[in-house]
């Protein structure tokens, strides 16, 4: 018999976290389901971090529940290699020894497996940020935490990434919750988007534009003018010649 309420993956009730006199984050409700992506908007010093350091028990919260997985991985915006470590020691970094075909593969699904030999000080940022993602994705974590993983790199690259982030968590399905300022990353990927503002989410529903996902679409247009709208941010026009776009929330 299938469970009629299937675990989530995260369960996040009530969080409360306090820097000084201000609580950033407060009677925060959030879940996420298993193999559920979710893309967190918010301006800047919203929290997101905040929140995103807590899900990975990287800082504890002041009050409130929160559930996750034991098996969760983090990318941040910068790649975090170690630089005297090779590619593939550095994505087998956390697993335990003799794993090398393991790293081999997750190398393999991102693309660099030719640069499993080399030192991370010889890639570029886009190649650097896809070893960080192997090194995520070969301890196949069932809660996937991104902090903006694409924030440092060119459009071009940004939108292979955005891609290649897709197919991998299609693929494994693990669940993830992607912070971005990009409201475009955030509805082309997403299931679901929420923003947080004065330290809860204003903003939390699935995305229902058809996959794959045009920013041309209508349905994408009118997600993103809500979401912006949500954000406190007034919407530009979208000019699809001047592709690849980027909508960014401001700092306040
Ligand atoms: N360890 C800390 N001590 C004191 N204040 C902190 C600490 N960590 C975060 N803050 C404050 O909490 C607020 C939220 O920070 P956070 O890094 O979560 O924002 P954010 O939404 O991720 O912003 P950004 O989009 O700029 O990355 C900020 O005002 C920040 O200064
Ligand atoms: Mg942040």
Avoid: Y
């Amino acid at each position: 018999m299938t469970d009629p309420t299937p675990r989530p993956a995260v369960r996040v009730r009530a969080l409360r976290r306090v820097f000084g006199d201000r609580a950033v984050l407060d009677s925060l409700r959030l879940d996420i389901a298993r193999g559920e992506f979710v893309a967190l908007l918010g301006a800047s010093g919203s929290g997101k971090t905040t929140l995103l350091r807590i899900l990975g028990a990287l800082d504890g919260a002041d009050g409130g529940e929160v559930l996750v997985p034991e098996a969760r991985t983090v990318v941040f915006q910068e790649p975090r290699l170690v630089p005297s470590k090779k590619v593939l020691a550095n994505v087998t970094v956390a697993l335990p020894r003799g794993r090398s075909a393991h790293g081999l593969r997750a190398l393999a699904e991102v693309g660099l497996e030719r640069h499993a030999d080399a030192w991370p000080a010889t890639l570029s940022g886009g190649e650097a940020q896809r070893v960080a993602l192997a090194r995520a994705l070969v301890r196949e974590p069932e809660l996937l935490l991104l902090d903006e993983p694409f924030a440092a790199l060119d459009a071009l690259t940004r939108l292979k990434m955005q891609d290649l982030v897709g197919e991998l968590c299609r693929k494994h399905r693990p669940a993830v919750l992607l912070v971005t300022h990009d409201v475009d990353e955030a509805v082309r990927l997403a299931d679901r988007v929420a923003v947080l503002r004065d330290g809860r989410l204003i903003t939390d529903e699935p995305v229902t534009v058809d996959r794959p996902r045009d920013p041309g679409d209508p349905a994408f247009g009118a997600l993103r003018r809500r979401l912006l709208d949500d954000l406190g941010v007034e919407a530009a026009p979208h000019h699809p010649s001047n592709a690849p776009e980027r909508t960014e929330v401001g700092v306040i």
